[in-house]
T-cell receptor, first 114, second 112 residues
Framework: SAVISQKPSRDICQRGTSLTIQCQVDSQVTMMFWYRQQPGQSLTLIAT?????????ESGFVIDKFPISRPNLTFSTLTVSNLSPEDSSIYLC???????????FGPGTRLTVT | GQNIDQPTEMTATEGAIVQINCTYQTSGFNGLFWYQQHAGEAPTFLSYNVLDGLEEKGRFSSFLSRSKGYSYLLLKELQMKDSASYLCALTGTTDSWGKFQFGAGTQVVVTP
């Protein structure tokens, strides 16, 4: 199993600013994933973060808007840049389970852009 | 693409059984997963299928038929705490189990 924490749990940000979200895992994992869940919708994968290499972004998501860091095997950050109200969402990180097929999700960061 | 379709909402009474269907169109995937998500919380894992057939985990069972592009999640002996959104998700086809594509979710409402 894996225990994931995220900071902050929620934030209210002004348009044009940026927010950096931290994800910490209690064990070393190869891949970490960042998802977005817009209000009333399901989860959409933003990018995959591997340690020691650039993140891989899904269609519709770009590095300039969502820069990601992965400095070690237990930690990653996602920055949401140049915020607009459309970025108001819950952002979740997730990791593969070690030795099982489960995918574990962090508690999420609720972002509101005003 | 991997279009994933689920009913938007289902209502059932406490103690009953509910079956949530999930259909998809894809050329291939590693596994099909079911997650439960209560409002304001992160998704939690319920069940997964890699091979065709039925997987049972307590009150929850999941079924997969790859040839029919179809899965279902069966919830038995419904409890009020089962009121939540249930997400069907397909894993990636090649490099990682962690790259999910999620359906829109089915909101299950359990009534007394």
């Amino acid at each position: 199993s894996a225990v994931i924490s995220q900071k902050p749990s929620r934030d209210i940000c002004q348009r044009g600013t940026s927010l950096t979200i931290q994800c910490q895992v209690d064990s070393q994992v190869t891949m970490m994933f960042w998802y977005r869940q817009q209000p009333g919708q399901s989860l959409t994968l933003i990018a995959t973060a591997n340690q020691g290499s650039e993140a891989t972004y899904e269609s519709g998501f770009v590095i300039d808007k969502f820069p990601i860091s992965r400095p070690n095997l237990t930690f990653s950050t996602l920055t949401v840049s140049n915020l607009s109200p459309e970025d108001s969402s819950i952002y979740l990180c997730s990791v593969d389970g070690t030795g099982d097929y489960e995918q574990y999700f962090g508690p999420g960061t609720r972002l509101t852009v005003t | 693409g991997q279009n994933i379709d689920q009913p938007t909402e289902m209502t059932a009474t406490e103690g009953a059984i509910v079956q949530i269907n999930c259909t998809y169109q894809t050329s291939g995937f590693n596994g099909l997963f079911w997650y439960q998500q209560h409002a304001g919380e992160a998704p939690t894992f319920l069940s997964y299928n890699v091979l065709d057939g039925l997987e049972e985990k307590g009150r929850f069972s999941s079924f997969l038929s790859r040839s029919k592009g179809y899965s279902y999640l069966l919830l038995k002996e419904l409890q009020m705490k089962d009121s939540a959104s249930y997400l069907c998700a397909l894993t990636g086809t090649t490099d990682s189990w962690g790259k999910f594509q999620f359906g829109a979710g089915t909101q299950v409402v359990v009534t007394p």
